[in-house]
Every structure is written in C-alpha cells, then in structure tokens.
C-alpha cells in the first residue's frame, strides 16, 4: 500500500546551519506530495507541497523537489533559525485520493543558537 | 482567523465518561477529515466526511467512537466510556474537494488534546 519512510530523528543543528530531512515514498501513479509542520503543543501546518513529478515546493525557505527516479521529496533549508525547531512531517493521499493523507513518523528538528 | 477551528483545545477526563470535541472546518470547504495523533507519532485517519455524509471510517474508530456531521458544516466526534488508551490529539482537518482530483490540500486544526485518567 502507499505509504512515507521518513528520516528518524531527532535532529538537532546550529543556527545557519543546512538542514536535509529525507523523505522517500511508496505509492501508486504520482501523488500529489506533502511536508507539514507541527510546532510544539500545536496541529499540523502545511508548510509546501508539489503536485507533480519535478515539481519543486518551497515556503519559507524550505524547499523539496518530487523526485520520481528516486521516489523522494526531501526537504531541504539552506540556512535554519532557532524558530525552525518543530517535528516535519512528509505525506501523501493514500491510493491517489484526497480523502486521506498518509503520514510519516515525523522527524523531530532542534535548532540550537 | 479563517483556518480550522477545534474546541476544546484541551480535555482531561476520567475513565468511563463521555467526551465531545467539535470542529469548525474553513468555510466552503465540503470534505472534513477526523485524524488521531499519539506523542511521537504521525497523524492517522479515523474517518472522512463529504458534505454531511460519512464516507469513510478507519478501523481504528472503535464503536465507542462516533462523528456526526448533521447540517454538512461543523462536526463532533463523541468518545463514549473513555479509556487511557484513547489519550491523545484528536486533528480535524478540512478540505475543498473538487471531483476526484488528489491536488486539493488538506488543512489541519490546532487539535483537542484529551488525556484520560
């Protein structure tokens, strides 16, 4: 069945530092692609997403491209803040539909200053 | 603010009572979705409404769960005789579903937390 193998936390970097959380998927067709945000004691926020193969998503510096070869849509920030640290989430809709996403364990992200 | 709503946002109950929580989904969006999230976990579904209709139930919703969705606008998932198991963040999320396409986006609430005791 579909389903998100995400990078095991948790991940803990300096300020400025660069942040790759690797995300890879298992699906049927192409899938539109997800990477939510979920700060601490708070709900999910999306934070990008793609549509289609060789799509990139960005916001807010982050970015990930949907790698079809690869079956991955990592997420990427060239620079990270403190403000960053949160658990990420990667996600698809199951079976190609958007009655339902299936999720990722989540990658926990601790920014140090 | 024009997101998702859920309330409370925080239940602490005994074991054996009853809990609601209530979600107010973005307005005009026609599908709304019931997710349950453990510490340390992902999100997983429990069910999916379409307009007023429940479409779709996960067999993680037991038959002490229930989810109404009664004018196809606000909805209330019910937990009968809670147990501590069932100590988690329940999501509500929304969605403005046009045919069948797999681009719409999912928005989430801030969640209800419920810790039984």
């Known amino acids: 069945g579909d389903s998100v193998t995400q990078m095991e936390g948790p991940v803990t970097l300096s300020e400025e530092a660069f942040l790759t959380i690797n995300c890879t998927y298992t699906a049927t067709g192409y899938p539109s692609l997800f990477w939510y945000v979920q700060y601490p004691g708070e709900g999910l926020q999306l934070l990008l997403k793609?549509?289609?193969?060789?799509d990139k998503g960005s916001n807010k510096g982050f970015e990930a491209t949907y790698r079809k070869e690869t079956t991955s849509f990592h997420l990427e920030k060239g620079s990270v803040q403190v403000s960053d640290s949160a658990v990420y989430f990667c996600a698809l809709p199951v079976s190609g539909s958007a009655r339902q996403l299936t999720f990722g364990s989540g990658t926990q992200l601790t920014v140090l200053p | 603010d024009t997101g998702v709503s859920q309330d409370p946002r925080h239940k602490i109950t005994k074991r054996g009572q009853n809990v609601t929580f209530r979600c107010d989904p973005i307005s005009e969006h026609n599908r709304l979705y019931w997710y349950r999230q453990t510490l340390g976990q992902g999100p997983e579904f429990l069910t999916y409404?379409?307009?007023?209709?429940?479409?779709?139930k996960s067999r993680l919703l037991s038959d002490r769960f229930s989810a109404e969705r009664p004018k196809g606008s606000f909805s209330t998932l019910e937990i009968q005789r809670t147990e501590q198991g069932d100590s988690a963040m329940y999501l509500c999320?929304?969605?403005?579903?046009?045919?069948?396409?797999?681009?719409?986006?999912?928005?989430f609430g801030e969640g209800s937390w419920l810790t039984v005791v």
């Open positions: 409404f379409q307009n007023e209709a429940q479409l779709e």
């Open positions: 999320a929304s969605s403005l579903g046009v045919g069948k396409s797999s681009g719409n986006t999912i928005y």
């Open positions: 793609a549509t289609k193969a060789d």
